[in-house]
């Protein structure tokens, strides 16, 4: 017949520190691999890989845990391979988020991010979506037309269209007339210092001296 070992409290005080230690290691052990987990993507706005007919104004990106300031980038390239993000990445808890520029090429969009996961490990990937001919923006009416549009002419100012010489206003006729009438009066001065000559005065006193003899 076994006997009994009798129980001290001793060993009764070790068996329950044991037993709450085993414990918490079990308990510490199964929250370790979520609490080590990285951050996942659990939605997005556009959805990944949908086509949408209204141009989206930012990119939205909600993770299933709170994203670390510091070190996060979101961007947005079009089909033509241009940068259309506006600005920084912006952190709100579990969301990271980034404006956009009008969007005015249809096609596939890609959103490459880079987060900084709850557990300080940073996190890549990229998603895509794709606007459609119906979502494209409206280009901004002060831009100029693809091509080079026509551009309103300034009129020239009007030319002063009196003539310097009244007579050139009569073109080649007036010329002439102008010709002839300096002729005629170059003629004119020309026949009264003719007549204004001594030889002409003498000839008359002569004649009337002779009619004096006569008589």
């Known amino acids: 017949m076994s006997t009994a070992t009798p129980t001290t409290p001793a060993v009764r005080r070790w068996a329950v520190l044991l037993t709450a230690f085993a414990a918490a290691s079990a308990a510490a052990l199964g929250q370790a691999p979520g609490a080590l987990a990285h951050n996942t ?8 890989g949908k086509s949408v007919g209204t141009a989206p104004d930012e990119i939205v990106l909600t993770f299933n845990d709170d994203v ?18 506006d600005g ?5 808890g579990p969301e990271a988020s980034v404006g956009l520029e009008s969007l005015t090429e249809a096609g596939e969009y ?27 923006a409206e280009p901004s009416p002060s831009a100029s037309p693809a091509g080079g549009g026509e551009q309103e002419s300034t ?12 007579m050139s206003a009569l073109g080649p006729v007036g010329g002439a007339i102008g010709a002839i009438a ?3 009066i170059i003629v004119i001065l020309l026949l009264r210092l003719r ?14 001296g002779g009619t004096g003899g006569t008589e």
Do not use: C, W
């Not at 920084?88 to 709100?92: H, L, P, Q, S, Y």
């Not at 204004?196 to 004649?207: C, E, K």
């Open 41 to 48: 993507l659990i939605s997005s706005s556009p959805e990944d």
């Open 195 to 208: 007549g204004r000559r001594p030889g002409g005065g003498d000839g008359d006193s002569g004649g009337t």
């Open 110 to 136: 890609t959103v490459d991010y880079r987060i900084i996961s709850a557990d300080g490990h940073p996190l890549k990937d990229k998603l895509t979506f794709t606007l459609t001919e119906e979502g494209v």
């Open 68 to 85: 670390m300031e510091g070190g996060n980038g979101i961007v947005v390239t079009a089909p033509g391979g241009t940068q259309v993000q």
């Open 88 to 92: 920084e990445a912006a952190i709100d």
């Open 155 to 166: 009129p020239a100012p009007a030319a002063d269209s009196t003539p310097d010489d009244p």
């Open 182 to 184: 300096l002729i005629g």
